[in-house]
């Protein structure tokens, strides 16, 4: 008979070491290394970062593992390993010298190779050596399977090994695989589910069910088979358990996506403990919520792709070379070529095979081959012209990005533009939502955090707050008209000038810039300034002249969310909190934020009555004003808001709330550049703020304004400061009489306007 080399070779080396299996004495022949690091086990668990309700947001670490003690895995599961490993697993003792008899006779008379290899010896190879295969490394790991059998016990190696083994997709350990593959855990796994994740050891590359569904179903098969062989199946569990589709978890699912809040976390917690946390199980609590999270991932980047569809085609992302022809080298050329370009699940990448005006045909990193028609090819049509310029041009190996529409596919590309969104409980000021990009693999950088922008009319609310103290009522009337101020600067209305004066409730529910000046002029920029801090923004990065009326100054996402909260509860100031605990392994607190503030005066940061009035403006922005189409599309009328454009659409906002969360989206260009010439806040933010408030107010009853509170009446249509209701109110803001008052004014009033700076 004629062995085949690699076989005589394996034939060699086991006939040479099996008589190692039963002789330790020999352990002083090889130079070991210790095995402190089974004996005294301590699993590399990653760092984690998870929602308020427990959802994975990432984990940090070489590997992804859960560990759970052998007490706490499935019988079944248990069952389904050993019987495919090593079902002589409690009877040798490190080796099994029938395993590797019949691992010789295979390779003798030419049978399927056998590794040999029992439970415990594939421990030591995974911690303790290499995986290269030599006659010395095999001495090695017998000799050290039989030390580890001698300090250990079977129930312990097998538990080190269930949360230890590699089950491919960067899970190590059954726990991890579970989550990683059906989003379930360990005791909640089906006896199929539970033969598939035992066959994982063998090749956890080849055969996981997300590499490759149709080779892990056949590795199934075969753990199940075992199973029914040894006997802890019957007929009818194996039949069963064969018939069951196999439904993985989907990979939107896998995790929130928050990668932005990820970072924050990261980065928290490796200044507090060094990278060492990175495998010492260490987790950290953040204030999202799942729901809240996802939906306001989703709204963001469906209202960045929209903005991205307005402007014309700029070509393919570049371009490979692919052999001639459509032969059968051509997709692994294809899968060859587009290991060079990032793959994302928004935005599929994908190589062209063949392009014409009518069809692209192109294939996915996946490999799964697609056909783009009709609509799928309007937004690159420039490129698929005969004349489409060179940069333009779609071809045979041009790289593209993707998009599915239903059970159709589109040519995309990757937007250029940025967006934000963040959300906070009004009453607590805890971030429930935190989308600091687009994507951030590209863009790192937090907008919600880091990014200082100018926020246009978005601030005009707040200043609108301050007038309110200098007497300025929402039913002020104030001219509308051409305005030159200091040094030449001429506002104007995005809209055009008015026709004359119109009332500042009026004004902002049409967003007039012209009375917003007027205004700040009277209530004074300083004093402006100063209330401004009551919402969280900084004096020092305001404008201390008119221009602070258009929204000039400087804030961040995360500041305008917190001043609108405030607007929200009626006029308290919130601590935004993003990560609420950090624990160790065993759950120890390592660190927590503390419990959200009381509501009380001591929080007060501007009186309930003028934040009731704000909102009572508000509540006409969204009804009929430039944010009609919240409460139009919403159905619902307790969502309050302003949107915010800034020169030449280069900022585009809408923060807004509803009682129970405040939330501000911001959409620019990180190098700041006009967005489009017919863009605005309310055409790009409010639809992603619109899109997020819709999951975020799912089931939440309605809450219009309550009752006006103590220190307001009623006056005509509109509401004044109860003390004012006999005069001492601005009734007018005019070019030609300055400020008439209406009723006569008392004589401390009359001092105040004389000294006003």
């Given at each position: ?187 909640k796994l089906s006896l199929a589910e539970n033969a598939m994740l035992a066959g994982l050891p063998q090749n956890p ?80 609590h953040t204030s999202l919520k799942a729901a809240d999270q996802r939906a306001a991932h989703e709204a963001v980047q ?84 005969a004349k489409a310029a060179p940069e333009l041009r779609i071809r045979r190996g041009s790289i593209l990005r993707l ?355």
């Open positions: 008979m004629v062995i085949p080399t690699r076989a005589a070779g394996f034939v060699l080396s086991l006939s040479l070491l099996a008589p190692l299996a039963t002789a330790p004495a020999h352990a002083g022949t090889f130079d070991l290394p210790p095995i402190d690091r089974i004996v005294h086990y301590q699993p590399k668990l990653p760092l984690q970062v998870l929602t308020a309700d427990g959802h994975d947001i990432a984990q940090f670490g070489t590997e992804r593992r859960e560990y759970v003690p052998l007490a706490r895995m499935p019988r079944q599961l248990q069952d389904a390993v050993l019987a495919v490993e090593d079902a002589r697993f409690r009877e040798h003792s490190g080796v099994d010298p029938k395993g590797m008899a019949r691992a010789v006779v295979a390779a003798l008379t030419g049978g399927r190779r056998q590794g040999a290899s029992t439970i415990t010896q594939q421990l030591v190879r995974t911690m303790l050596l290499t995986r290269e295969f030599s006659v010395e490394r095999k001495a090695k790991e017998i000799l050290l399977a039989l030390k580890v059998e001698q300090e250990l016990s079977k129930d312990r190696i097998l538990e080190i090994y269930m949360n230890e083994i590699f089950l491919g997709q960067r899970a190590y350990g059954f726990a991890a695989a579970a989550q990683t593959y059906f989003g379930k855990p360990l005791d590359y080849y055969a996981n069910p997300v590499a490759n569904l149709e080779r892990a179903i056949q590795r199934q098969r075969v753990v199940l088979q075992r199973m029914h062989t040894v006997g802890v199946i019957d007929d009818a569990q194996l039949a069963a358990a064969r018939a069951q589709k196999i439904v993985l978890k989907p990979a939107s699912q896998r995790f929130v996506p928050a990668a932005h809040v990820a970072e924050m976390a990261r980065r928290a917690v490796v200044d507090r403990f060094g990278t060492e946390a990175y495998s010492a199980g260490i987790r950290v469906k209202g960045v792709l929209a903005q991205d569809r307005r402007n014309p085609w700029r070509g393919p992302e570049d371009h490979e070379e692919l052999p001639k022809g459509d032969g059968p080298g051509l997709e692994a050329a294809a899968a060859e070529a587009l290991k060079a370009h990032r793959d994302d699940e928004t935005l599929p990448v994908a190589i062209v095979l063949s392009a014409s005006t009518t069809e692209v045909r192109a294939q996915l990193a996946s490999g799964e081959r697609v056909s783009i028609k009709g609509h799928g090819l309007k937004w690159a049509a420039a490129g698929l012209s998009a599915r529409e239903g059970t159709n596919w589109s040519i995309s590309q990757w937007p250029e533009a940025e967006a934000a969104l963040v959300a906070l409980d009004t009453q607590t000021g805890r971030v429930r939502a935190l989308v600091g990009g687009f994507d951030f693999g590209r863009q790192p950088f937090n907008h919600v955090t880091q990014s200082w922008r100018q926020p246009g009319s978005a601030i005009k609310p707040l200043l609108y707050s301050a007038a309110l103290e200098q007497r300025v009522m929402p039913g002020t009337l104030v001219d509308d008209l051409p305005l030159t101020a200091i040094n030449g600067w001429s506002p104007s209305n995005s809209q055009g000038p008015g026709t004359g004066a119109i009332t500042v409730r009026e004004a902002l529910t049409r967003s007039s810039n012209l009375v917003s000046v007027r205004v700040l002029q009277h209530a004074g920029t300083q004093r402006s300034r100063d209330w401004l801090t009551r919402f969280g923004l900084e004096a020092q990065r305001q404008p201390d002249n008119l221009t602070l009326a258009l929204g000039t100054g400087l804030v961040t996402p995360m500041q305008m969310a917190r001043a609108y909260a405030t607007l929200a509860n009626g006029g308290w100031s919130v601590d935004p909190v993003v990560i609420e605990k950090i624990t160790d392994a065993q759950g120890k607190v390592l660190f927590e934020a503390p419990p959200p503030s009381p509501l009380t005066e001591e929080r007060r940061a501007i009186p309930a009555r003028n934040a009731w009035l704000v909102n009572s403006m508000l509540n006409d922005v969204t009804r009929s004003g430039t944010a009609a189409r919240a409460q139009a599309l919403l159905k619902r009328s307790d969502v309050f808001g302003k949107t915010g454009t800034t020169d030449d659409v280069v900022d585009a906002w809408f923060a807004g709330h509803h009682p129970s969360v405040a939330a501000v989206v911001w959409m620019g260009h990180d190098k700041p550049r006009s967005l489009g010439d017919h863009e605005s806040g309310g055409r790009l933010a409010l639809p992603i703020w619109i899109d997020y408030m819709q999951a975020a107010l799912k089931g939440v009853p309605s809450a219009p304004l309550t009752e006006a509170p103590a220190g307001l009446s009623a006056q005509g249509n509109d509401w004044i400061y109860s003390e004012w209701v006999q005069g001492g109110a601005v009734a007018s803001i005019t070019e030609a009489s300055g400020t008439v008052y209406a009723g006569p004014p008392s004589f401390l009033d009359t001092l105040r306007e004389i000294f006003r700076p």
